[in-house]
């Protein structure tokens, strides 16, 4: 398996401009998160799919960021406009949906916000 | 929801010392802790996790210990290499939840 695959791996984008950014979880896996890398902030968690459903949405920071996972293998993030205080490394990771769960992280998108 | 803090946030050792790295957690009801690595440009990942009916968990040079009264679990890393350097997270859930709430991370260098 190649894992959790994310893309693009770095973006570099003005502000106003829409960024959507992509993940393909691995195959079987039935849980995908999605998390935000800062040095201020460390690693928070922006929303958590379960099955395609989202389930907990509560880590999205406003209205100008949302995900979608409209089938078991590809979720988008979207952040529109954009600014440049949403630079950050993004990272998605996937599970099976199963007790104590490891996650498997994707390589993270580097976005840089001009 | 569930808080983490984890201490310290840097921590320098020497080759072939020991390194201790602390968490507490808020949520009492939190029954599974893992440790996850991340090397400098890369993603985390797992390297030892514990659940709450455990007290201690061993692999290799690394250790994972749990004191559930106190809600406070650590990370111990023997005969530190410098590939051990690296930012370590601990982080908490509930079983049932596949959430995870991260610590701040420790940056661990290890001075050869």
């Known amino acids: 398996d190649a894992g959790v695959i994310q893309s693009p791996r770095h973006e570099v984008t003005e502000m106003g401009q829409e960024v959507t950014l992509r993940c393909k979880p691995i195959?079987?896996?039935?849980?995908l998160f999605w998390y935000r890398q800062t040095m201020m902030r460390g690693l928070e968690l922006l929303i958590y799919?379960?099955?395609?459903?989202?389930?907990?949405d509560s880590g999205m920071p406003e209205d100008r960021f949302s995900a979608k996972m409209p089938n078991a293998s590809f979720s988008t993030l979207k952040i529109q406009p954009s600014e440049p205080r949403d630079s950050a490394v993004y990272f998605c990771?996937?599970?099976?949906?199963?007790?104590?769960?490891?996650?498997?992280f994707g390589p993270g998108t580097r976005l840089t916000v001009l | 929801g569930e808080n983490v803090e984890q201490h310290p946030s840097t921590l320098s050792v020497q080759e072939g010392d020991s390194a201790v790295i602390k968490c507490t957690y808020s949520?009492?009801?939190?029954?599974?802790f893992p440790w996850y690595k991340q090397e400098l440009g890369k993603r985390p990942q797992l390297i030892i996790d514990?659940?709450?009916?455990?007290g201690e968990k061993k692999d290799q040079r690394i250790a994972v210990t749990l004191n559930k009264t106190a809600k406070h679990f650590s990370l111990h890393i023997t005969e530190t290499q410098p590939e051990d350097s690296a930012v370590y997270f601990c982080?908490?859930?509930?079983?049932?939840?596949?959430?995870?709430?991260f610590g701040s991370g420790t940056q661990l260098t290890v001075l050869p």
């Open positions: 990771a996937s599970s099976l949906d199963t007790l104590y769960n490891e996650q498997f």
């Open positions: 195959s079987g896996h039935n849980s």
């Open positions: 799919f379960n099955n395609n459903v989202p389930i907990d």
């Open positions: 949520d009492s009801a939190s029954n599974y």
């Open positions: 514990i659940r709450s009916n455990v």
């Open positions: 982080a908490a859930s509930l079983g049932s939840a596949r959430q995870l709430t």
